[in-house]
C-alpha cells in the first residue's frame, strides 16, 4: 500500500508539472499587425528582372531591361518618395541584363553594371556614363578592390588572362595570362581565372 501511495503522489506532481494550474488560462494570441502601407511605387517600361538596387546620397539606383531591343535603363529615385532623380539608357549591341548580385557594384560615387562581354560605369550623381568597356571574349563578371575592376577572360577555353582597370579613367592594364597545359602539369588543364578577393 505504501509503494502505491508514492506511485500516487508521483503522478499528482507529474501531472502537475506539465498541465496548466487550476487558474492559469491558455494564452491568448496578440491581434495581427496591420501591414505596411505601401509609401510609393514605380511602373517600369515592361516587365522582366531588375538589378540589385543600390542606397547612394538617399536615393535608390537600379537597374531594368528597357522596351526596346538591347537597350537597358538605370533609374535614380529617391528613397522616401519615389520622385525620379535621373534616368539614363544604356544601349549594347546585344542583350545587357546585369540582374545578379555580382553583376552591379556601387563603388564611392561610380554604379557599375556588368554583364558577360561589357560593363558600363556610371557616375551615380547624375547618371552620366563615365566610360564602358565591351570586349567579344566571353569572361566571368568583375571585382572591385580599391580604385581597380579586376576581369579575367577565357579564350576558347585555352588561356585566360587577367586584367585590372582604373576606375576612374578606363585605363586597361594586363596583369598575366595562363595557357592550356603550359602553366600546370598533366597536359590537360583547362584556365579559368578567379576574380580576386580582398579580406
Not at 506511485?7 to 499587425?33: D, F, H, R, T, Y
Not at 556614363?129 to 579575367?152: C, M, T
Request: hydrophobic content about 35%; overall charge negative; charged content about 20%.
Amino acid at each position: 500500500m505504501n509503494q502505491m501511495l508514492k506511485i500516487a503522489i508521483l503522478l499528482a506532481l507529474a501531472a502537475n508539472l506539465v498541465g496548466c494550474k487550476p487558474n492559469e488560462w491558455p494564452p491568448v494570441p496578440e491581434p495581427p499587425v496591420a501591414q505596411s502601407p505601401v509609401i510609393w511605387k514605380k511602373g517600369l517600361e515592361r516587365s522582366g528582372l531588375t538589378s540589385t538596387p543600390h542606397y547612394f546620397r538617399g536615393n535608390i539606383i537600379f537597374g531594368h531591361p528597357a522596351k526596346e531591343t538591347n537597350q537597358y535603363l538605370v533609374y535614380c529615385l529617391n528613397a522616401e518618395t519615389g520622385d525620379s532623380i535621373w534616368k539614363t539608357r544604356i544601349v549594347t549591341s546585344n542583350e545587357f541584363s546585369p540582374f545578379d548580385i555580382n553583376d552591379s557594384h556601387l563603388f564611392g560615387n561610380k554604379i557599375i553594371f556588368s554583364r558577360s562581354k561589357r560593363f558600363f560605369v556610371i557616375d551615380a550623381d547624375n547618371g552620366s556614363v563615365l566610360w564602358k568597356y565591351e570586349d567579344p571574349i566571353n569572361y566571368n563578371g568583375i571585382s572591385i578592390i580599391d580604385d581597380y575592376i579586376y576581369l579575367a577572360d577565357q579564350v576558347l577555353r585555352e588561356t585566360s588572362t587577367m586584367y585590372r582597370f582604373n576606375i576612374n579613367t578606363g585605363a586597361k592594364e594586363e596583369l598575366f595570362t595562363i595557357r592550356h597545359g603550359k602553366d600546370e602539369p598533366g597536359g590537360d588543364f583547362t584556365p579559368s581565372l578567379l576574380m580576386p578577393v580582398k579580406w
